[in-house]
């Protein structure tokens, strides 16, 4: 792990240099794949590197976790409540019962919310996905998707655990139940209906799993496959 983080933030660091930035803006959640992220750009960039928690209907320990690892790291971070503006978009597009479609207006909003800080400090958008959600399409496309660089999308969920033990991310984020915040009571593994450690054994082809579980995870990779595409241009 202590190689892999270094790999990580010298990659960071070239990556930037390359772009001719000046740093890295990102997410706090509160959740583990951020705080992995925040403390890597951190090492990498100093002040440079600045944290948004983005609360928009939030679990309130969400934002709590999230202060609380900033502080811990000794970072730059500002708080963008985007309750106000989440009830504007329902307010003027209409009101749905499709829950998926309003729940990922939250990302959406947090990536135009990273990008305007991006903007004005001359930094790059640094995302969280980790291999696991990227190969079942477990994000919110040009949502939380839409960013300049993925330090951990080689990297499954068990894998960033590790990498977070390493990096001395507090316990209470390490172990905290994953989730997109999407709704109360939304967790990641009650979603896709199987646990990160099954899905991550799969993807390494260390563990056959079950055939319906193998069939579960093909389909949701199969179905996620233009989320991990650019759009599709017409050629003549």
């Known amino acids: 792990m202590r190689k892999i983080s270094m790999k990580i933030i010298s990659w960071l660091t070239e990556m930037v240099e390359e772009a001719r930035s000046e740093g890295v803006v990102f997410g706090l959640s509160g959740g583990i794949d951020s705080a992995v992220v925040a403390a890597l750009c951190k090492r990498a960039f100093g002040q440079n590197a600045l944290g948004i928690i983005m609360p928009c209907y939030s679990d309130p320990q969400d934002e709590i976790d999230a202060k609380k690892l900033a502080s811990s790291l000794e970072m730059n971070f500002k708080v963008v409540n985007l309750d106000k503006t989440f009830d504007e978009i329902i307010q003027a597009s209409g009101n749905t019962d499709d829950k998926m479609a309003m729940a990922n207006i939250k990302p959406r909003l947090r990536m135009t919310a990273l990008y305007y800080h991006a903007a004005i400090n001359n930094y790059l958008v640094v995302g969280s996905e980790n291999k696991s959600e990227w190969h079942t399409g477990y994000f919110t496309k040009h949502g939380d998707s839409g960013v300049d660089l993925l330090p951990l ?75 991990r595409r650019m759009p599709e241009m017409f050629s003549y």
């Open 153 to 227: 999308a080689n990297m499954v969920k068990t894998q960033v655990r590790m990498l977070a033990k390493h990096l001395d991310i507090l316990e209470s984020i390490i172990y905290k139940t994953p989730s997109a915040g999407l709704w109360e009571g939304q967790t990641d593994e009650a979603e896709m209906g199987f646990t990160y450690d099954d899905l991550d054994s799969y993807i390494q082809s260390k563990k056959i799993p079950s055939v319906n579980l193998r069939k579960k995870i093909d389909r949701l990779h199969l179905l996620s496959e233009h989320k």
